[in-house]
């Protein structure tokens, strides 16, 4: 039985995060802070294979049980839904789910709103939540484009330094939750890879204490 253990790391900055916590675990893994274009990387030992995925494409790699072990952030997770274990958070890459627009710019009994997202499922379940219908333009990146270029009203983004809303004249309208990176499990290889994948998640219990 293959006894590595596979992890499915989200390419860019949670990549670095994420070597960062496995190194205080005990595992060598130097080679991932390295400039590379190598998708699959092994640890000194062998023992464990890192695989590096676009980060809304971790969950389903460790769904399927490709990988082991997967870092993702929460907003993928409740974005996309995934049938696989959240096991901790790892209190890295904490951002904030927020809608944004110009400042103030009223939100409130607005039907039609158009809101351009990444996040289409999420946006969905925010405004259905508040009784609100709203039009979701689906983008995948320059989200803060949206209302510069009159494309849509407001946005639904995640916000972090809170820098690219201000240097493009925008703000935060409405706070939606908190997220940051997950520690996610396949269901089944932490039955059978049990002996590997337990004390492991021990050990990054431990580092994150
Ligand atoms: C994310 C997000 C915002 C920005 C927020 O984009 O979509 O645009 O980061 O970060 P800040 O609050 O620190 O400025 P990302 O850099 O992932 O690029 P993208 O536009 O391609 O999604």
């Not at 219908?133 to 983004?157: A, K, R």
């Not at 809170?162 to 997220?179: A, R």
């Amino acid at each position: 039985m293959d006894k590595t253990v596979t992890f499915a790391l989200a390419k860019g900055r949670l990549a670095e995060k994420s070597a960062e916590l496995l190194q205080k675990c005990g595992i060598d893994c130097a080679n991932i802070l390295e400039p590379t274009r190598k998708l699959v990387l092994t640890d000194a030992s062998g023992k464990y294979k890192f695989i590096f995925v676009k980060p809304s494409d971790v969950p389903i790699y460790v769904e399927r049980g490709v990988a082991d072990i997967g870092v993702v952030g929460k907003d993928t997770l409740m974005e996309d839904g995934a049938d696989v274990y959240e096991l901790a958070d790892l209190g890295f890459a904490k951002c904030r789910l927020a809608v944004a627009g110009y400042p103030g710019f009223d939100l409130t009994d607005r039907t039609g709103l158009k809101v351009a997202t990444k996040y289409g499922n999420i946006a969905r379940r925010y405004f259905e939540s508040k009784g609100q219908n709203v039009e979701i333009i689906t983008l995948h990146g320059s989200i803060e484009l949206g209302p510069i270029v009159g494309l849509s009203d407001v946005i639904l983004d995640i916000v972090e330094s809170g820098k690219t809303l201000k240097e493009n004249g925008l703000t935060v309208l409405e706070e939606i939750c908190d997220v940051s990176a997950r520690l996610i499990v396949n269901k089944v290889s932490l039955k059978t890879k049990a002996q590997d994948i337990k004390p492991l998640v021990e050990k990054i219990f431990s580092a994150l204490e």
